[in-house]
């Protein structure tokens, strides 16, 4: 092949890098020389991936940043320009779900009452805080580093959409929604942002298991039924690895690789999109 993986001296935002996943992407942006930018409000975790990068020669700057807060973020661009340079790739990681925006059951019942945690005992912040944090925490991010992006080659955002967005799972109606809204936004960017040079593309992870899904997918140590459930579906009968999102975040954010593939969502799931259950 007549290329290279190397991001040598390009400047890589990530937000909610503080997690597992967007951790271990920068962990491995680092390692083929991009200089990062580690984005989370969990400034203590973003510091602790930080310190591993520069601890294995890679460099890294950790900032507390909340993806919600639009004047926050200009004055973390004003840093990040300061102390790493204009954004070339903004990978924005930041997301998840809240237990106030799930429901107790995936069906409704006629003995449920309105009380209960159904459909009709969220609470409309809750709701919102969900939707906000997924759709409007990957737009004002975009808002604000991409104006550095505009005119300059290789420039690209990747946002981490989900297997919601292709088919709403049960409980989490919110986190579904605002999924699906990051996989539309994905490709009304890369069609806005067509004539200046700004590519846009997602990644879709299936299942894995990080800090924020542990406890619903594990009693201690044993599945729960939910967790059974996604390994019935998903042919390839596992959870996926972290590290197993790098090759195609990879591939999205090189110029080399993918300069002319564009508003595209890349399910990365171990066969459960493909699967319909028999």
């Keep these: 092949m007549p290329f290279n993986i190397d991001f040598t001296d390009k400047v890589i935002v990530v937000t909610g890098a503080g997690g597992v996943i967007c951790a271990k992407i920068s962990q491995e942006f680092a390692k083929k020389g991009a200089k990062v930018a580690l984005l989370d409000i969990n400034e203590e975790a973003a510091q602790n991936n930080a310190n591993q990068i520069n601890e294995d020669g890679g460099i890294a700057i950790a900032y507390k940043a909340n993806v919600l807060d639009k004047e926050n973020l200009e ?13 070339d790739i903004l990978i924005n990681g930041a997301g998840g779900n809240n237990p106030k925006a799930t429901t107790e059951n995936e069906f409704h019942e006629t ?50 959409s989900s297997m919601n967005a292709y088919t709403p799972l049960t409980k989490i109606p919110a986190y579904s929604g605002a999924k699906a809204a990051v996989s539309n936004l994905t490709q009304w960017l890369a069609v806005h942002f067509s004539h200046v040079g700004i590519r846009c593309n997602a990644i879709a992870p299936g299942f894995l298991v990080t800090n924020q899904n542990r406890n619903l997918l594990f009693n201690g140590e044993i599945p729960t039924e939910r967790a059974k459930k996604i390994l019935r579906n998903t042919p390839m009968g596992r959870f996926g690895e972290a590290d197993e999102l790098v090759g195609a975040t990879f591939f999205l954010a090189s110029e080399n690789l993918a300069s002319f593939v564009n508003g595209v969502i890349i399910p990365i799931d171990g066969g459960f999109n493909a699967y319909s259950g028999v």
Excluded: H, W
């Excluded at 004055?75 to 954004?87: I, M, N, P, T, Y």
């Excluded at 925490?137 to 981490?160: E, S």
């Design 111 to 160: 003995y449920l009452t309105e009380n209960s945690t159904s459909i009709f005992g969220l609470e409309k912040n809750s709701i919102e805080f969900v939707f906000n944090l997924n759709f409007l925490g990957t737009l004002l991010p975009i808002q604000v580093f991409a104006k550095d992006m505009i005119g300059r080659k290789g420039t690209n955002i990747i946002n981490i």
């Design 75 to 87: 004055e973390v661009r004003k840093c990040v320009l300061r102390d790493l340079g204009k954004v």
